[in-house]
Nanobody
Framework: QVQLVESGGGLVQPGGSLRLSCAASGSIFSANVKGWYRQAPGKQRELVATITSGDSTNYADSVKGRFTISRDNAKNTAYLQMNSLKPEDTAVYYC???????????????WGQGTQVTVSS
């Protein structure tokens, strides 16, 4: 079974920090996590941060300077370090990755199930 699982969410106060993880596992040769997205209640999913195969990063204006995306290819895992959190950061956070499947020897697009981040005083 192929899995892409987010973890690390929780309840934090404004100004706090949290680190999210996105781990790929199962019958894959490799994983290329492309970015993090989030969806707040009643809103559409939006892009938070991206990272390229060359480790170039890009961020939504709303999180620039506060969030950092990174990856550990050896562990097939990516991270989103979130600092100086604001109530408007409250959302379900998802990671998006291309996974090289052993079964097909092809890359396939995968989404995780999401992890809840709640920022509240």
């Amino acid at each position: 079974q192929v899995q892409l699982v987010e973890s690390g969410g929780g309840l934090v106060q404004p100004g706090g920090s949290l680190r999210l993880s996105c781990a790929a596992s199962g019958s894959i040769f490799s994983a290329n996590v492309k970015g993090w997205y989030r969806q707040a209640p009643g809103k559409q999913r939006e892009l938070v941060a991206t990272i390229t195969s060359g480790d170039s990063t890009n961020y939504a204006d709303s999180v620039k300077g506060r969030f950092t995306i990174s990856r550990d290819n050896a562990k097939n895992t990516a991270y989103l370090q979130m600092n100086s959190l604001k109530p408007e950061d409250t959302a379900v956070y998802y990671c998006n990755a291309d996974l090289l499947l052993i079964a097909t020897k092809r890359w396939a697009d995968y989404w995780g199930q999401g992890t809840q981040v709640t920022v509240s005083s």
